[in-house]
């Protein structure tokens, strides 16, 4: 059954990712900006450096390819344990003092985000997820009883299995599957304040592209390697319902100051 | 608004602690065990045996007093990372695979179990926490929609903290709690096959127990030092209006062959 748009709501997918989540002042900070934003929300994290943090403390190496993790046995469960434990709860904690009934989620729980372990092509990441269903009934019902879910970068593969999965892909899974119900905007959060037209200038954001300009920038050489496949995401979820996706910065989670990317 | 006792459909808590859900057979019978379990359950589950292996390769002590763990900044992390992370998404993503659409929780997700920091008096036992007030709407809800809720043993402060918590603690407050929408029965699984009348005799447990009878077990000295606590918040629950309660092995969760504890 299709939902017209006009009977959506708004809601809003934040993304954050790195330090921001994982240094106290910072992340007291981020909280204190998520719950300033106006109706229903939901945030995704990252969480790598304390992972790569506590597998050292464990005597496990962190091996990088790509700037992808390889997920072995071990680490899978350094991931889980720092992932869906310590970061994702110490933030559902936050939210609550601030008055936010938080939920904190893997994709196993409710079974929201059902994924396959990657296959080993050139590289074997080991206990990788790639995401193939996306389940947001549940979600999408709690979200609107006021219930805000904080997602961790797991899923599962439905035999048992977690899975490591890049957090950007759970925003935009779970964006796109809630673009169903609601009015969808995303938001991605990183280390810069948006697309930049010179990478080395923090002004130069671009306020907005669309898919022909994204084509020139590519051809022009302004945008490189790293920001192509966050812009291809970006498109792919407006052309799977997503109403809005913006990129900014950590600090500016509202979207404001960013990048738009639209469809039209 | 009391809801009278016809209209309640049968709830079973099932809390199971120690190594059978640390080890990956013993949880698989576990989880295999539980599924089986017919209708309306929760999972209450502890973790401390990994807890103190993995704060031992952090390098972190575990200190024990009166058989309680004392809980400081750094154990917090370990026993978040662990019963949160580790211990409780492999729980769900195993009950999953089972076609149970489990969900996990601390008590800080949907605010379920709020608690004050334990006042220091003779010992302090450090970032510890007594449940101050269970919030179970949201979590009655989803358990009528077949939710499987899978509780961790931490709960949180309301004011950002999250505390370690006592997992029978965890187990009969939320029974205590769903009892006023479900007909509860809590199963306290542990090593012990229920209450012996002879400790070195697995063979003799007492099938019943009424409060005159543990009275006079325990003037007669048969009831030891550490079934005391379990029995009396036994009782306890009963009086907060839980229907039975069991303590049985984890081998027989559905609490059959063990002791029935009984108000009347």
Redesign the interface.
């Known amino acids: 059954m299709k939902i017209e748009n006009y009977h959506k709501q708004p809601l809003t997918v934040i993304k954050v990712g790195g330090k921001i989540v994982e240094e106290e002042e910072t992340l007291k900070q981020l909280l204190d900006d998520f719950t300033a934003i106006p109706g229903y929300k939901v945030l995704v994290h990252g969480g790598g450096r304390s992972a790569t943090k506590?597998a050292a403390?464990?005597?496990i190496e962190t091996k990088m390819v790509n700037g992808r993790r390889i997920t072995d046995a071990d680490m899978l469960?350094v991931v889980?344990?720092?992932?869906?434990?310590?970061v994702?709860?110490?933030i559902?904690?936050?939210l609550?003092?601030r008055g936010i009934?938080?939920?904190?989620?893997?994709g196993?729980?409710?079974?929201v985000l059902l994924s396959d372990k990657r296959p080993v092509k050139d590289v074997d990441y080991g206990f990788v997820g790639d995401v193939r269903q996306a389940n947001v009934e549940?979600v999408a019902a709690?979200i609107h009883?006021g219930?805000v879910p904080v997602m961790a970068p797991?899923t599962?593969d439905?035999?048992?299995?977690?899975l490591n999965t890049n957090a950007d892909t759970i925003a935009s899974e779970t964006a796109k599957a809630l673009a169903q119900v609601f009015e969808v905007s995303l938001i991605y959060c990183f280390e810069k304040p948006g697309v930049l037209l010179d990478e080395h200038d923090d002004a130069s954001v671009i306020p907005c592209i669309h898919p022909e300009q994204f084509r020139q920038l590519v051809a022009d050489g302004i945008i490189n390697s790293g920001m192509i496949p966050k812009l291809e995401n970006a498109f792919a979820a407006l052309d799977a319902g997503v109403r809005k996706v913006y990129i900014t910065s950590s600090t500016a989670i509202d979207g404001q100051g960013g990048t738009l990317i639209e469809s039209v």
């Not at 196993?108 to 079974?111: K, P, Y």
């Not at 439905?158 to 977690?162: A, I």
């Open positions: 506590i403390l464990l005597g469960k889980t344990m720092v992932y869906g434990g310590l994702n709860k110490n559902v904690a936050g609550q003092a009934n938080a939920l904190g989620l893997t196993a729980d409710l079974n549940h709690l009883q219930i797991l599962h439905g035999k048992g299995h977690l």
